[in-house]
């Protein structure tokens, strides 16, 4: 159960989202009716030219470009992945040894590795390759786990279905737009039981309570909020050695995920939830771990 002050600030939170969510959409639309419709001209006097976020103070400073080191070998090959991760390697511990206060965080130290879907399989097998080195720097302990990046997927939607995206939904919004202020096409008058005759000639202030209280109706008709839900979670019982541990396990597709930390190495333990009924062994790394519900 979430204590009454937990979840009367986690209400707060949403509803703080929400608003910031709907002002930015507000001002986003705004812009496009600007842009379209000569009839919705008079917003520009009070569209800003940005929208207010938090880090607003934080944008307005020079960023501060620190240039990462060149590798020149290539991850299209077995033997250039290993040159790299002990590039990798020799980089960690040669920085983390400068500071004193870290240097003993290297004994237990793991660093995820991304790259994109084929260079993944090729770093997953060149650190197999050095699986029986005699030190966790050869064996590469310390670059885990190793993690796709989808930046291929990213620039593929940026460099062609953005613009796709766009134009679809604002041929939408203005088909929409239309309907509901009874306009034959872009360059007709909107009407508007909001909006008087002498808009154009009304002050800012003025404008600025149309087009709350119009744009207000606009996000009614098109935000759909949806609420995000916690992962659900599910308590164990692990008998390892003889010795009893509890856990807590996530729930994916009526299958719980056990993370597990094993002679310094995190390792996911996957169990199908009616295995846990009766209990469960499962041999992790030569180690027999009994689950139960």
Known sequence: MIPMNQAWKSSCQMKLR??????????????ILVEYMPGFQWMKKVLPDHI?????????????????????????SYDGCVRIMDEYIEMINRWYRRLAEVAAELDTLQI??????????????????????????????????????????LQDFLE????????????????????????????DTPTHKLLPENIKQLHAPSKQKIFDAI????????????????????????????????CSASLDNNTAVVPL?????????????????????INVNGITILFRK
């Open 160 to 187: 062609a279905h953005e613009d796709f995206v766009l134009t679809v939904g604002q041929s939408y919004f203005l088909d929409y737009v239309m309907k509901k202020f009874d306009m034959k096409d872009l360059d």
């Open 215 to 246: 744009m207000e109706e606009v996000i009614a008709d098109i935000y759909i909020p949806y609420e995000t839900q916690a992962p659900k979670k599910m308590d164990l019982k692990l008998l390892i050695a003889n010795q009893a541990y509890q």
């Open 112 to 153: 995820p590795v991304g790259g994109d879907q084929l260079t993944r399989v090729r770093f997953k097998g060149a650190k197999t390759l050095r699986a029986g080195a005699h030190t966790k720097q050869e064996r590469f302990d310390q670059l885990y786990p190793m993690v796709i990046e989808l930046f291929h997927t």
């Open 261 to 281: 930390l094993i002679n310094g190495r995190q390792t996911i333990i996957q169990v199908p939830v009616p295995r846990l009924q009766d209990g469960c062994s």
């Open 52 to 76: 207010d976020h938090p880090h607003k103070e934080e944008m307005k400073r020079k960023s501060v470009v620190h240039m990462l080191p060149l590798s020149l070998n290539n991850e299209c």
């Open 18 to 31: 929400h608003w910031c969510i709907k002002n930015s959409l507000k001002i986003l639309l705004g812009r």
